[in-house]
């Protein structure tokens, strides 16, 4: 596989190359800002084309320098979360991807485009899922209502400077770049921040309205508020939300007021607390070894204690056989122990019970690759490509797939679509010349290489 589709791949790389990567990015950025980021002119009506592009390139460098949470169960949960308040929305027009930021600085924020980030900082700070749906209807809302767009309109400057020092930040890794990435998200509302006063207010009372709609408890924003109100009077100004979401005593009124206006929510699918359990377990060296049973099995597979773990998530599991996140939890400690056989079970049950599910699915190709039954995870990755056909990661698996099945043609074609859905297309059509070119190719392959080129020589 050619290098530079791997290194796509190892976001990692990317934080570990260091100060090349700074430059790289710097260099890719000056030439791509007046390519990929629209240029905002003092009439200029951003639309919504425009809107996602800019969304888009933002959330590309963030995935690309490793900051963005790609387990695919937390990632789901999180955008599950995010589209049950969006069904609140008549004729929604923008396709919204919401993510887990790996950071540990308590903040939010939207791009525009709907491109919603979330800290696993704010996360470990939200006691119940309708707390961390205000932070997330709030900034939906910012999106919905275009905030922002307006001053940077007003602004191209103060937008393409805060894009290049969020970058350069995010490049640097670790807490300095860290707060360059706020400094520069701060730093551009700070610009911004004799509109936004109102856009707060704003953002607040559709947010909550947003709640209300989809059924969840708008008591969560006033709780949240209280919960960030503590932490402001004890560890004083750490709080980066709070420095671009001012908590003044009208705002929270408000929100206390309109909640007690509002039926409670009744939503609670509610596996909030397992959620969380998990994204720790992901994020961190080490888990204490209290709490929940869940996350206690968690803390015995972060010690490396497998055998302890396996009888803590067989029972969980047993118990509770429907329980994703104890399925899953329980075949990968399987895995640990070099009992495969008895993984690929437990994610083949599951599937029974969650046809064609996204998350098991994945994980059940990755463990048949892992014991070389190729032809077996082929079967599961052309069933992911048809179910799932703008997802990247499916692409990247069946291009390994068929680079293990000696297929040259059908990787390139993997890879193509890969570079297609990246935001690559040129490299895509490179891969469908190659194709074309090879004597390997059958017809059936050809025809659609001609044709997927076509496509994207026509856009
Ligand atoms: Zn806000």
Not at 240 to 266: C, D, F, I, K
Not at 413 to 431: C, K, S, W, Y
């Amino acid at each position: 596989m050619p290098e530079h589709f791997r290194r796509l791949q190892d976001s990692a790389l990317y934080t570990r190359l260091g100060v090349v990567t700074v430059l790289l990015l710097l260099i890719s950025l000056t030439s791509s800002a007046r390519s990929d980021l629209p240029s905002l002119g003092e009439d200029a009506s951003i639309n919504i084309e425009r809107e996602m592009k800019l969304g888009r390139s933002v959330y590309r460098k963030l995935l690309s320098v490793g900051l963005v949470e790609t387990d695919p169960l937390l990632d789901r949960y999180i955008n599950d979360l995010g589209f049950r308040l969006l069904a609140g929305i008549d004729n929604r027009v923008r396709d919204y991807r919401f993510f887990i930021v790996r950071d540990d600085a308590v903040n939010a924020f939207a791009v525009p485009g709907g491109y919603i980030g979330i800290n696993r900082g704010l996360i470990a700070k939200a006691l119940t899922q309708h707390q961390l749906a205000s932070v997330m209807a709030h900034e939906i809302a910012h999106v919905e209502l275009r905030h922002g767009l307006d001053s940077m309109a007003k602004g191209s400057e103060i937008n393409t400077k805060t894009i290049l020092a969020m970058i350069a930040g995010l490049a640097l890794g670790g807490p300095a770049g860290s707060a360059v990435f706020y400094g520069g998200i701060a730093g551009s509302q700070q610009a911004m921040i004799n509109f936004t006063r109102e856009n707060e207010y704003e953002a607040d009372r559709i947010g909550i309205s947003l709640m209300g709609n989809a059924n969840f408890d708008p008591q969560g924003m006033p709780e949240f508020f209280a919960i960030m109100g503590k932490l402001s009077g004890s560890s004083g100004s750490g709080i980066e939300y709070l420095r671009t979401h001012p908590l003044s005593n009208n705002r929270v009124a408000e929100a206390l007021g309109r909640a007690q206006n509002m039926p409670p929510g009744r939503n609670q699918l509610d596996d909030y607390l397992l959620f969380k359990d998990f994204l720790q377990f992901v994020s961190r060296n080490h888990l204490e070894d209290q709490g929940s049973d869940f996350r206690r099995a968690l803390a015995s597979v972060k010690a490396g204690e497998h055998d302890r773990a396996d009888k803590m998530l067989a029972d969980l599991y047993r118990r509770d056989s429907d329980n994703i996140w104890y399925g899953i939890a329980f075949a990968q400690n399987l895995e640990h122990l070099e009992r495969e056989t008895e993984a690929e079970l437990v994610y083949r049950r599951l599937l029974d019970i969650f046809p064609g599910d996204y998350v098991l699915s994945m994980h059940l190709l990755r463990l048949l690759k892992l014991v070389g039954q190729y032809e077996s995870a082929l079967v599961i990755g052309r069933q992911l490509e048809n179910g799932f056909p703008e997802k990247q990661q499916v692409y990247f698996e069946l291009s390994e797939i068929y680079e293990s099945l000696h297929q040259p043609s059908l990787r390139m074609m993997a890879e193509a679509e890969f570079h297609r859905i990246t935001g690559n297309p040129q490299q895509a059509i490179r891969l469908y010349d190659q194709v074309l070119k090879s004597p390997e190719t059958d017809l059936a392959t050809e025809s659609k290489a001609r044709e997927k080129r076509l496509i994207l020589l026509e856009k």
